[in-house]
């Protein structure tokens, strides 16, 4: 009898503690119950709808972003207004430069040819004098140069 109690002890310690595990998985399983989310077609459809929209938003601002791009690459120039405008001026001043500078040699010669002709005419007076004052040297200068013709 003695191993009949030992028996009935032990089956009465396991029936305890089938029985705190049975509990246990009992709660555990209204608490898996209760913290289920079910999922619809509702929930689906509100989640997609709000990605969506944040989507349609980002793309509204990466078209901004592709437009202004655009209009700026529109706009843009090689080369900035303000050095065309400053090559324009020294084209502009360069042209007058040597308009001035052809203009003042231009006068400069002709200058320099009033003075040429001015000591030729000068010359030339200063020779009639002389061989008018003396006929005989301008008659042996003009057989000369008469001469000096004939041999080429």
């Not at 898996?32 to 689906?44: C, F, G, K, N, V």
């Not at 360069?94 to 231009?106: E, K, Q, R, T």
């Not at 002389?130 to 008469?146: D, L, M, N, R, S």
Request: charged residues 30%; negative net charge.
């Amino acid at each position: 009898m003695k191993k009949l109690d030992e028996i009935m002890e032990l089956m009465a310690d396991e029936m305890a503690d089938f029985k705190t595990a049975v509990l246990e998985l009992q709660k555990l399983s209204r608490q898996l119950a209760e913290m289920s989310i079910p999922i619809s077609t509702e929930a689906l459809e509100k989640h997609l709808s709000i990605f969506l929209k944040k989507q349609e938003a980002e793309k509204e601002r990466t078209d901004e972003i592709l437009k202004e791009i655009d209009r700026k690459l529109k706009h843009a120039t090689i080369i900035p207004n303000y050095l065309l405008i400053l090559f324009g001026i020294l084209g502009i001043l360069a042209l007058g430069l040597v308009g001035y500078f052809g203009y003042s040699n231009n006068n400069t010669q002709q200058e320099n040819f009033e003075v040429y002709r001015t000591i030729m005419e000068s010359q030339n007076k200063s020779y009639e004098d002389y061989f008018a004052a003396y006929p005989e040297i301008h008659q042996a200068y003009c057989e000369w140069i008469e001469a000096g013709y004939q041999d080429l």
